[in-house]
């Protein structure tokens, strides 16, 4: 620690020496730059860099008027329909550590198994008709198959490659994720082979909706209205019920918690499945969303950005996952018209995913706490 | 009177004995085409080698450093993409033989300055968080490949000349091979090495005795970098064919994990036994499950971690936190009055 008494806040101007340091030194440690090294350097001319790339690239964008303010608001619509999807994953991941501080990595795995298992039911229950008669209970049955699903996946997870590591260091748990989600994924190949499969179309949900200028296809809305339903449930359980306080309790304080008389193994498992449930009914919605692509590969990406949408609202945070997941969407919709075309850069849409990725570095990097979250700290990582 | 022996072992390792071992082991292997190969044992040589070094790598920065890096192998393809671009857009190549070459390092240093230059910010997280940052990290550079077109070829890959010379290839791994193990036993003996493990096992009790912890960790990433890089690039040339897909493979990194833990993180002689142990098991008998290796991979992984956290060379009972482990320390406690 330099001594306070040599950098005097407000002095007269006087001789420069050792003891009585120049304006621009004590500027100069006002601004605590005297104690920067050459890491932080770095690290500021990174933000420095980001910070201005985007908002060169945007005003750019802006000023050449490259899109109308219905293509803006048409492109927003999509990134809050895909965002919901990201927050109903990231609600898994955000429950889960909470209570373990614990990063499951096998969670996109638990989407893909849902929405892969599902896909099957989907496409006898097109086959029979029954989804011409009834679209609204067929889905809604799709999704309860895949929250079921995926939530005896993310239990069995639970159970067998968590469980038994619960003393160990988190790095171990993680590396055990890893093993686990490329067990899910192999399995799933294993039954179900390589082939990719896609959900079939579902009527009444291929119009849209006029809303002034802007067209929101109905796909979009439902996909965000049946989002919205399961968070407010997840809410009124986390918020209301006797196992939601529970899980508050544990993930304040898990030893304490312990003492009072809470089953903390009943509520570890009890929140793994909701997580997984809600990963399942994702899994159904993304299906209307982006039938396509159904596949044993498919979770890998929507987990990482379901991950990010979690740490960019503040990991272990609920609202925080809702709102992360709803601005990564956005961003995602957004980033590559706004930013990347502004600067110049061709293929802007195929570097939609390196957009997420890039996010989720700088924000481990530089916002670890997110939005609304704990900041991660090292003990509890 | 078997955990006598091993732990015997374990200090030869650690000594000079282990180094003088292994160098006997490689004077072998050198001898080893002379005595009527064909091509087809020394690529699958040369292809057994890859994977030491590999292995060795990242458990520089995994199992020493204690940094678990799930997206090392970028630096494996930027090697492999650097060396792509040299050999088939590069007018300062004379021959494609010695272009080779002369990419080699240059595939290794490309590696090691993104390492600095990522390193850098994500060093500076702990934990699980490093992991993720570095899987990021990993699938974006997949993504960026693929849209820097002109350069990379996008989707489409680049094709490098073939030139077939399995012994060169051979011999040049096993020399790559031995000098990373080495350096490995190097470190893992100097100052350099026990600050890394004393970052493991409490950085800020490092840094407070006075290791610059930064520096420490960044030169650790560097060097397993560079080598991964050097790998890559060799890759690509033997494979004469990169794509993104390809070269950026989500197992190959996994590989890299399961072979440093089957035979013992921050050990110096575990991943090399590792490498061979996962690579003679996935060519032996997971070659003929045909999908299922993978699969296995997975099980295998959750297994290890389950059971043998301390892989092969951990076994000893010293540290007496697996149920194997256990196990051998008991039995040695009987074997000594």
Redesign the interface.
């Known amino acids: 620690m330099p001594d306070r008494s040599r950098f005097p806040i407000d002095d007269k101007p006087g001789p420069v020496t050792a003891a009585n340091p120049s304006r621009v030194a004590t500027l100069v440690h006002r601004l605590a730059l005297d104690r920067m090294s050459w890491v932080d350097v770095v690290l500021l001319l990174i933000r420095i860099g980001f910070i201005s790339a985007v908002v060169i690239g945007s005003t750019r964008t802006f000023m050449e008027g490259r899109f109308s303010a219905a293509q803006w608001g048409t492109l927003i619509a999509a990134g809050v329909a895909q965002g919901s999807i990201y927050s109903l994953i990231a609600l898994g991941y955000t429950l889960v550590y909470g209570i373990l501080r614990l990063i499951n990595f096998a969670h996109g795995d638990v989407f893909m198994f849902g929405a892969f298992c599902t896909v099957f039911l989907a496409i006898w229950t097109s086959q029979q008709g029954i989804l011409e008669r009834a679209p609204a209970i067929t889905v809604l049955s799709w999704i309860l198959f895949a929250a079921l699903i995926s939530m005896s996946i993310a239990v069995l997870v639970e159970r067998l490659a968590y469980k038994p590591l619960r003393n160990k260091p988190r790095l171990v748990m993680l590396i055990s994720a890893i093993g686990a989600s490329f067990f899910l994924q192999y399995t799933a190949r294993g039954f179900f082979s390589t082939a990719f499969r896609s959900y079939p179309t579902v009527p009444g949900l291929d119009g849209r909706l006029e809303l002034g200028q802007i067209a929101v296809p109905h796909v979009q809305i439902t996909v965000f209205a049946v989002a919205l339903a399961l968070m407010a449930g997840l809410y009124i359980l986390v918020e209301k019920t006797r196992i939601g306080r529970a899980m508050r309790a544990v993930s304040e304080n898990m030893e304490t918690a312990r003492l009072m008389g809470v089953n903390i193994e009943r509520v570890i498992m009890f929140t793994f499945g909701i997580g997984g449930a809600l990963a399942g009914a994702a899994g159904v919605i993304n299906g209307l969303y982006k039938p396509q692509g159904v596949s044993f590969i498919m979770g890998f990406f929507p987990g990482v950005k379901a991950f990010t949408a979690a740490v960019l609202g503040g990991i272990g945070s609920v609202p925080g996952a809702l709102i992360g997941g709803l601005l990564l969407g956005i961003f995602e919709a957004l980033g590559p018209n706004l930013v990347l075309t502004g600067l110049g850069i061709p293929g802007s849409n195929q570097l939609k995913d390196v957009i997420a990725f890039l996010m989720l570095v700088l924000i481990l990097i530089f916002r670890p706490q997110g939005i609304m979250g704990e900041a991660i700290k090292e003990e509890k990582a | 009177m078997m955990a006598r022996v091993w732990d015997r072992l374990a200090r030869l390792g650690q000594g000079w004995g282990g180094l003088g071992l292994w160098w006997l082991l490689l004077a072998v292997l050198a001898l080893y085409p002379y005595i009527g190969v064909t091509h087809l044992t020394l690529f699958l040589g040369s292809q057994v080698f890859v994977l030491v070094i590999l292995a060795s790598n990242w458990n520089l920065i995994g199992g020493m450093t ?1 940094y ?1 890096d ?1 997206g090392h192998a970028v630096f494996f393809g930027i090697g492999a993409y650097v060396m792509g671009i040299l050999v088939t857009k590069s007018p300062l190549l004379i021959s494609p033989e010695w272009g080779f070459l002369q990419a080699l390092p240059v595939s290794g240093a490309a590696a090691a300055v993104f390492a600095l230059l990522i390193g ?3 060093l ?6 490093f ?3 570095m ?3 990993f ?2 550079m997949r ?2 490949v ?2 820097l ?1 002109p350069l990379t070829g996008g989707g489409v890959g680049l094709n490098l000349p073939p030139v077939l010379n399995r012994l060169g290839d051979y011999y040049l791994m096993l020399v790559l091979m031995g000098l990373v193990v080495s350096v490995m036993w190097w470190i893992r003996r100097s100052e350099f090495g026990q600050s890394l493990i004393a970052i493991r096992e409490d950085e800020i009790g490092a840094e407070m005795r006075g290791i610059n912890t ?1 520096l420490h960790k960044i030169l650790a990433f560097m060097i397993a970098a560079f080598f991964t890089g050097v790998v890559g690039g060799f890759w690509a040339w033997q494979n004469t064919f990169i794509d993104p897909d390809v070269v950026f493979i ?1 197992t190959r990194t ?1 590989e890299m ?1 399961m072979m440093s ?1 089957l035979g013992g993180l921050g050990t110096v002689w575990g991943p090399p036994l590792g490498a061979v142990v996962i690579y003679v098991l996935q060519t032996v008998v997971w070659g003929r499950l045909f ?2 290796h ?2 296995a ?6 297994l ?3 059971f043998l ?1 301390e892989g092969i060379l951990g076994m000893s009972g010293r540290g007496g936190s697996t149920s194997l482990g256990r196990l051998l320390g008991r039995i040695r406690k009987r074997a000594e009055p």
Do not use: D, H, N, W
């Open positions: 204690g678990v799930f850098l910010p994500t500076r997280l702990k934990g699980p968080y992991s993720i940052a899987l990021g990290t699938v974006a993504e960026i693929r849209v077109r930064t989500e996994v994990v833990m999908g299922i993978l699969l991979l997975g099980i295998l992984m959750v290890l971690v389950l956290p």
